[in-house]
């Protein structure tokens, strides 16, 4: 066990967890963020994405004990005062989502792609989010969705 | 307001919550004192249980109890069901063994259900778990789906592990046809076994109420209202009324959550028995173990042809693989949404269709998007292909020269095809693909060392089932009709209840949108209710694109009984007859005046009938208060989807890499009501459909271990795999539903698989079996490559 202290969407956080909790656990177990989602156990889905430090990382692959001290974004805290973040917008606006589950993972992930790249192309959209798996949409809406909101963030 | 709903690009009402991650899964939802449930499974294909010893794992920390077949036994739970009777062609019925939710002396996959062990915490659970001691005795497993008849049979009382040996169609007749063929096509086929992969893995929550004895489900289904039917009539876990399932927000089925699973009945039975919650979430390897998978189909099929390219008959048999289990829906996958389903789109006049379905030691396999249509479209597509290349006809023209050309068309086999216009899109896909230039970007390909190849899927599917009469016939339990209420709030507002459940599919949406502009009410004023057996009417969920074709219809019907009860109302209101009211955008009108009632007024006078002071009852004589009405419906005939697709292929032959470089697709869907959403379920089914040609395969050793048990192993299709799909529409109308809709959530996955493969083997010129890796394209050009040198 160990008391961990971090910042969780802009609130301090102090909890004690077990040394073998996963950060995507904790969130959604101990904090009730349960935008997280788990939809693999072996790192490859990309559902559990949330924001470390101001970087994509997959959650289910930290342990909250290595997150003390850290700053972490989920899916519940990228819309500010009840607007939806433009990332949001967009895959609103281009049905870049169905079932909604591998949503907040894909979303968290193409924010961070879009920090880092202003104005990608397809083929670097594609490539970006290469380590989120959607079974619903194809892919194609979600890819003209992050084309839209590049240059907007 | 103007009738403008219908056809409109309009954004979903569900998005916000699932973008800002307020969706509701199972997963998400904790109870007061839950308990946390882990299930023991077989490593074994095969295996007689010896003995199961829970002494230990019982006084391990946090454990409240270890349940196995000999609770269930106590409690009387029955067994899983097959839901629809197959009889076989000397008469006799399919043969399934049984399938007790634990097992009692034998285990027949690896991940059969054997024990529940819930304990205080998941973490104790799962401890608890590893210290329960099975002993097995391990026997050869049966795992190969064209060998499975000539195994030691699995069961003692099913012989040759055959369940039915099926047959559709006229053998002798089509033997006849065979005789006066300028040519015989011959193709043996494989169709891959797939994991549905829904991103959401499968959840359970039970939850039993000691005091009004009610007991509760939470569970990631397609279907709440047939799970709790399923588990209290035939398991017999408690009785329906006093059982609630809920499916609240689903994260994608596309079949495998279809039907209640071992782990549902468990769950429910044991919240029951313990009288505490229980919760179960599956983690993505016991998914991939314990998941029905879908296809599996092993065929030899023979077209008949004359020298100009008319099709004259079509033989096909075909190997289904079922599993360790029958399923719920798995004797009709392979059957009868098969054997109709192998004429395509063509004109043939006689064929027959026999199947067997076999039993393996495998996981079950049951419907997985299209069920029994990909794997006859993949059929038919791949042997029209090679039946235009052997008599040196355009691929197109032998199409079209084959094609039905008037409707409506009874086929040889089952369905009576209502509409279509299958040149339409055809030359609309030519046009929108650029074949007519494919010639010279092959020859640009070459220049670059690249094989490029073309390939087409003209394909049907029926969808919308199904209509009672024609499939309790054909020995479904139940018809498949759909129920929907419109429950007028008096302030104007309306909740409308439908049987069937959006996991993805945008029914808050779509369906909103047909009351808005049914009823003239905006669509924010609507919402709609669905996923909870308590809330609205016994309903048969979604699948088979099924939902809009009979739900959305049963949602017109009964819009069109508040239109009829809101006439008599604003007549008496409005001091007329009502048949001089006409309703509109809305509002109650009498024409050529300015008397009029809005349909909210209407409401709202419903919920006040009395006479107060000066105002008199607005209701006329023996009309009843409120304003909500119901409809169940039954559809006449199935819809009938068709459409075009083509594919263009790049391979590197260094390599073995096969690069889709364009996929076009035209489909016939009747009519759309949000083309937004249904291009998004096209992009869907592409996704799938391409999944399975390229790069998906469930593969078992020969000791019947999954060896593609997880995201490592099994090619899951990522965002870089595709090209942007070309997309257009023809449309004519179905004539079966109010609606004139057709149904197009399964098209992309049913159509694209022969489109990717008449690619492949045109581009490399040898046949090959589906997933086209990169390993077996580069063998399969190499192997093409020594033969012509050799003989050379």
Redesign the interface.
Known sequence: MKTINLKVNGKIIEKTV?DNTILASFL?DQLN??????????S??G?CVVHLDGKSVKSCSILAADANGSEVV???G??QNGK?HVV?EA???H?G????????GM?MSAVDLLKNNKNPS??E???G??G????????????AAVKSAAGKL | MASSMIGSKVERKEDKKFLTGKGRYTADINLHNQSYAVFIRSPHARAKIKSVDASKAKKLPGVIDVLTAKELQEDKIGGLIAGWKIMSQDGTEMKCPPHPALAGDSVNYVGDHVAIVIAETLQQAKDAADAVQVDYKVLKAVVSTKDAMNSESIYESIPKNLCFDWLLGDKAKTEQAFSGADKVVKLDITNNRLVPNAMEPRAAIGDYNPSSEELTLYTTSQNPHLSRLVISAFNAVHPEHKFRVIAPDVGGGFGSKIYPYAEDVVVAWAAKRLQRPVKWVCERTESFLSDCHGRDHVTHCELAVKKDGTILGLKVDTIANLGGYASLFATVTPTYLYGPLVLGLYNIPVAYCNVKGVFTNTAPVDAYRGAGRPEATYMIERLVDKAAKEIGMDRAEFRKRNFIKQFPHQQCLVHNIDSGDYIAHLNKALDLADYKNFEKRKAESRSRGKLRGIGFSTYIEACGIAPSAAVMSLGCGVGLWESAEIRFNPTGNISVFTGTHSHGQSHDTTFAQIVSDKLGVPIENIELIHGDTDKGPFGMGTYGSRSLAVGGTAIVKACDKIVDKGKKVAAKMLEVSPNDIDFKNGEFIVPNSNKKKTIGEIAFACYVPGTYGEVKSPLPEGVEPGLKETAFYDPVNFSFPAGSHICEVEIDPDTGETKVVTYTCVDDFGNLINPMIVEGQIHGGLAQGIGQALYENAYYDETGQLVTASYMDYCMPRADNFPEFRIGYTCTPATSNPLGVKGCGEAGAIASPPAVMNAVVDAIGTEISMPATSEKVWRAVNEKSKTKSKAA
């Open positions: 077990e959604r963020l349960t935008g997280t989602h788990i939809g693999c156990d072996t490859q889905c559902a989920t899916i519940e990228l819309s939806l949001q895959f609103k606006k049905h989502l169905q079932c909604g589950y591998c949503t907040p979303v397809d083929e959209i594609r490539k989010l290469e989120n798996i959607c079974r619903c949409t194809g892919y194609q809406n979600i890819v």
